[in-house]
């Protein structure tokens, strides 16, 4: 199970959805970062994301689910909230995230990761470029790096200088968001950053293929070794 708290960001309410792991800790933490398709009109909607960070806690990280939706009313269309996303927004949200996770009793605020997957893996990338605290970073096929989001921000792929803790990703060769070559280009900007990280590359595999709620997208082996795979990268780096 989980509950809500409510931060206020630049006076904009918003709900961070919070797991517990078994135990008194201190536990280390992840933010989890919503995909879109149905995470924008809220957290509680969103049945892969809560099983999701409820398969983290049951492997023993506290997570912070952040409603990074909530400058728009739940019931606005999804192509709004596409079109008028903003990285000067979503930079304090997962900031406020991390601050709440990190303040929990039993979290080890030394022992912050982040994780996203679709639009959460952009959303992840962003925050490990912004926060030299983070301590891993995990993508899921996460389109729209290449992007500026908002007035005044850059692609986000242009921050990986920024970047400060390792990054994994997980990504499939038939995605058309992001395709092989955009993918490619994140690995060149993270190589000349200097980053550590690794990527993998899952053949016969599009987009969201951890998506269960999505029988036509969802791969169950590449799923799950994209688990065994991202837990035991957050256990090294985490742990």
Known sequence: MYRIETVVVNGSPMEVFLFDPAGDGPHPGLILAQHIPVGHTGVENDTFTLKTAERFAENGFAVAVPFIFHWWPKEADIQVKRDGFRDDWTVPDLQASFDLLAAQTGVDGDRI?????????????????????????????????????????????????????????????????????????????????????????????????????????????????????????LNRTLG
């Not at 053949?203 to 065994?228: I, M």
């Open 113 to 233: 990761g982040i994780v996203g997957h679709c639009w959460g893996g952009r959303v992840a990338w962003l925050g490990a470029a912004h926060n030299a605290r983070l301590r891993a970073c995990a993508i899921f096929y996460g389109g729209r790096v290449k992007l500026a989001m908002g007035p005044e921000t850059p692609p986000a792929i242009d921050l990986a200088g920024q970047i400060k803790c390792p990054v994994m990703g997980f990504f499939g060769n038939d995605d058309q968001n992001p395709p092989p070559e955009d993918v490619d280009a994140y690995e060149k900007a993270l190589e000349g950053a200097g980053v550590v990280h690794t990527f993998h590359r899952y053949d016969d595999v599009g987009h969201a293929f951890q998506c269960f709620t999505n029988p036509d997208r969802y791969k169950p082996d590449a799923s799950e070794d994209a688990w065994l795979k991202v837990l035991d990268f």
